[in-house]
């Protein structure tokens, strides 16, 4: 079965104080691996789509990287308004793939100032 | 301007009524879905449609029933309300199936 698991579910840093978050999946083919950041009372918002084993992309102090079993999402010198819930998501490949999304129980991060 | 609206932001009903959310989306996208976030803040699909055809019913209960009347609108209607419905709705679409979706903002959905 299709499964998706984010560690920690909390985590808590100073701010500028770097560190990643673990998404680790199981899939029965890959299409893409998906970051979304949300915030208290809002949609999730896109942040990343990987497609392959050793693919990275970045935006400003996020850092998504891909592996064949996890993806890690870096935080490098956060800030407070990084504070939000992380969540990733997989689809699968093929003729299987209608567009699901699944997703992972979150990530949530505080960054104090 | 607004990608992907929902109405209402807030719902608050009683037991047995029957309500609907409605989403819309300005993006072009062919495909659009809606998911269910529990009290754990946990995201499952619950019906897919690409170019007004159904594509994902996931084991939700008949008492929901999606309606898209062209590619831009896809309403969700829930009859019979029961507590265990209580939950934040989100519309999202996506240029096509296989592509990136974009969340609405989601409906709170509370019933007493």
Avoid at chain 1, 91 to 102: A, C, E
Avoid at chain 2, 46 to 60: A, C, D, G, Q, R
Wanted: glycine residues 6%; contains cysteine; proline residues 5%.
């Amino acid at each position: 079965e299709d499964q998706v698991t984010q560690s920690p579910e909390a985590l808590r840093l100073q701010e500028g104080e770097s560190s990643s978050l673990n998404c680790s999946y199981t899939v029965s083919g890959l299409r893409g691996l998906f970051w979304y950041r949300q915030d208290p009372g809002k949609g999730p918002e896109f942040l990343f789509t990987l497609y392959s084993a050793g693919e990275e992309k970045e935006k400003e102090r996020l850092k998504a990287t891909l592996t064949k079993k996890e993806s890690f999402l870096h935080i490098t010198a956060p800030k407070p308004e990084d504070s939000a819930t992380y969540l990733c998501a997989v689809t699968r490949s093929g003729s299987s793939n209608t567009g699901k999304l699944i997703f992972g129980q979150g990530t949530t991060l505080q960054v104090k100032p | 301007d607004t990608a992907v609206s929902q109405t209402p932001k807030y719902l608050v009903t009683q037991m047995g009524n029957d309500k609907s959310i409605k989403c819309e989306q300005n993006l072009g996208h062919d495909t659009m879905y809606w998911y269910k976030q529990d009290s754990k803040k946990f995201l499952k699909i619950m019906f897919s449609y690409n170019n007004k055809e159904l594509i994902i019913n996931e084991t939700v209960p008949n008492r929901f029933s999606p309606k898209s009347p062209d590619k831009a609108h896809l309403n969700l209607h829930i009859n019979s309300l029961e507590l265990g419905d209580s939950a934040v709705y989100f519309c999202a679409s996506s240029l096509q199936l296989k592509d990136t979706q974009y969340f609405g903002p989601g409906t709170r959905l509370t019933v007493l």
